[in-house]
């Protein structure tokens, strides 16, 4: 039986106003024909190199884009479309992210402050033991607690980050690169704790390049290229070498794994500036045919699972 989606986005495009050569004004799109749906008690991974437009993702569903941004599309929350107004309301209640950048920690505040933002309805003594709880978790000593982030590693600094958003009572988080920095043991955990919260009902979007730490967790995977979605795969697909992937990207990225063929990709991802007619992914393609050069192809329904290309079966 299908879930309902709670987080839906719908042909989302992304475009930034830019001077260029003095006054000379143009429109950069660095998204185009991106599609997204996470139910609620799953793991959607959202699996891409840098440059693709994952973290992009994350910052329109919560309304943080820069001034000069514009977006077309529909992002909709539990079947609504979102205004500006209603993601506002809606960050760090509903929705929260845990950010790419270990900056986003509020210097002036201590660790156990930090993580106590999302333990606001909690009293005194049940937010000092979930404090102690996740910092002995993720292995960290118990005077961490009184750190300020200036006093804190990468690493460290990481661990808080997913404190604060693990101890929310969100429905929706937003993982953006929650893994580098983080040892086997930290990854671990991280890793269990994002599959005990969607086994509790809540929905999570983990945005990543690490393909192999999305297998582990991951209900499905969702590829981008060069700002769009090219397929949606449930985990199980990659298995036995990819034989359940539809697109030619997906299965080369599966080819490139370690364990797999680790055989290399030829090419580069194309930049926004330099987008292509018709598959966004079409120079690299071994399939590809004078028709792919024509006009993006359609984002359909094949075997379970979706892939925007003329050739997927």
Same mark, same amino acid.
């Given at each position: ?10 042909? /989302? ?12 004004? @143009? ?91 999302? /333990? ?36 460290? +600094? ?6 604060? +958003? ?28 994002? @599959? ?17 730490? +999305? ?40 080819? +490139? ?13 194309? /930049? ?42």
């Amino acid at each position: 039986m299908k879930r309902e989606p709670i987080l839906k986005i719908e042909n /989302l495009e992304l475009s930034f106003s830019q001077y260029i050569q003095g006054l000379k004004k @143009r429109e950069l799109t660095v998204i185009t024909n991106l599609d997204l749906e996470l139910a609620e008690g799953e793991i959607l991974a959202v699996v891409g190199s840098s440059g693709s437009g994952k973290s992009l993702l994350a910052h329109a569903i919560l309304g943080i884009l820069p001034y000069n941004a514009r977006t077309r599309g529909k992002i909709l929350y539990k079947g609504k479309v979102l205004s500006q107004r209603e993601k506002e309301r809606l960050r760090g209640q509903e929705i929260v992210l845990v950010p790419q950048s270990v900056n986003y920690l509020d210097p002036l505040l201590q660790v156990e402050q930090q993580i106590g933002i999302s /333990l606001q309805n909690k009293t005194k003594e049940q937010k000092e033991k979930m404090n102690n709880e996740i910092l002995h978790r993720y292995g960290l000593d118990l005077a961490v607690k009184q750190y300020y982030p200036f006093q804190l590693s990468g690493g460290m +600094a990481r661990k808080v980050l997913l404190a604060t +958003a693990l101890t929310s009572s969100a429905k929706v988080i937003i993982a953006d690169e929650p893994t580098p920095g983080l040892d086997d043991e930290s990854l671990g955990e991280v890793l269990k704790d994002f @599959r005990n919260l969607s086994d509790s009902g809540k929905a999570i979007l983990m945005i990543t390049h690490d393909i192999q730490a +999305a297998l582990k967790i991951a209900d499905k995977i969702a590829i981008f290229y060069a700002g769009a979605t090219l397929e949606l795969a449930a985990g199980i697909d990659f298995a036995h070498g990819g034989q359940g992937l539809r697109h030619p990207y997906t299965k080369a990225l599966c080819r +490139a794994l370690p364990g797999e063929d680790f055989e290399a990709i030829e090419g580069r991802q194309p /930049l926004p500036s330099e987008l292509p007619q018709g598959c966004l992914f079409s120079d690299r393609c071994q399939l590809c045919t004078e028709e792919c050069t024509r006009q993006r192809p359609d984002y359909r329904m094949i075997r379970g699972g979706k892939a925007r290309c003329i050739h997927a079966t």
